[in-house]
């Protein structure tokens, strides 16, 4: 199995196939576009230029972040920026419900980093690289708020994992 990380590092595991569907939705764009525009006979080597430009915006909008951790760490990778957060000198974990739900984390050396938590629900080994920071940091006394969210993350996490193998055993 191969890795794009450092060693020790785990990664998304659903991120490859949500790229490869932002990817297919922009150049299905593209292409749609660039046919109408040539049937309606008004494409032109500028208006090709600005629907490939279009069609990278929509890539660039639909493609998720990756998300990496190894020990002590975690990272979010955009296509325009890369934030990491120290998850052993955590100081706060914030989680925001809605209508986009997401997960907030602040280290001691000022870092934010603010991530879907379903993203850890979906990948367990993240999911542990967390909990084990979460632990580290309450250990060294850093996490001044939100021990509270992670314990219920996790057992929200833990119960989706009984309730999966319990479905796939047959026996839910």
């Given at each position: 199995?191969?890795?794009?990380g450092p060693?020790?590092?785990?990664?998304?595991?659903?991120?490859?196939?949500s790229?490869?569907?932002?990817?297919?939705?922009?150049?299905?764009?593209?292409?749609?576009?660039?046919?109408?525009?040539?049937?309606a006979?008004?494409?032109?080597?500028?208006?090709?230029?600005?629907?490939?430009?279009?069609?990278?915006?929509v890539?660039?909008?639909?493609?998720?972040?990756?998300?990496?951790?190894?020990?002590?760490?975690l990272?979010?990778?955009?296509?325009?920026?890369?934030?990491?957060?120290?998850?052993?000198?955590?100081?706060?974990?914030?989680?925001?419900?809605?209508?986009?739900?997401?997960?907030v984390?602040?280290d001691?050396?000022?870092?934010?980093?603010?991530?879907?938590?379903r993203?850890f629900?979906a990948?367990?080994?993240?999911?542990h690289?967390?909990?084990?920071?979460?632990?580290?940091?309450?250990?060294?006394?850093?996490?001044?708020?939100?021990?509270?969210?992670v314990?219920?993350?996790?057992?929200?996490i833990d119960d989706?994992?009984?309730?999966?193998?319990?479905?796939?055993?047959?026996?839910?």
């Amino acid at each position: 199995m191969r890795r794009s990380g450092p060693a020790g590092s785990a990664g998304d595991r659903h991120w490859r196939g949500s790229a490869r569907l932002a990817v297919s939705c922009a150049l299905v764009f593209c292409a749609m576009s660039v046919v109408v525009d040539w049937d309606a006979g008004s494409l032109s080597p500028l208006r090709a230029l600005l629907w490939i430009t279009l069609s990278a915006a929509v890539c660039a909008v639909l493609l998720p972040p990756w998300v990496t951790a190894g020990p002590g760490w975690l990272a979010v990778r955009t296509p325009c920026r890369r934030q990491v957060i120290h998850t052993d000198t955590l100081t706060a974990v914030r989680q925001y419900d809605g209508v986009s739900s997401h997960l907030v984390l602040r280290d001691v050396h000022g870092h934010r980093l603010e991530l879907d938590p379903r993203t850890f629900a979906a990948n367990p080994l993240l999911w542990h690289e967390l909990d084990t920071g979460v632990r580290r940091s309450l250990r060294r006394g850093t996490l001044r708020q939100g021990a509270d969210v992670v314990e219920r993350m996790g057992h929200r996490i833990d119960d989706e994992t009984v309730q999966a193998v319990l479905r796939a055993s047959g026996l839910s």
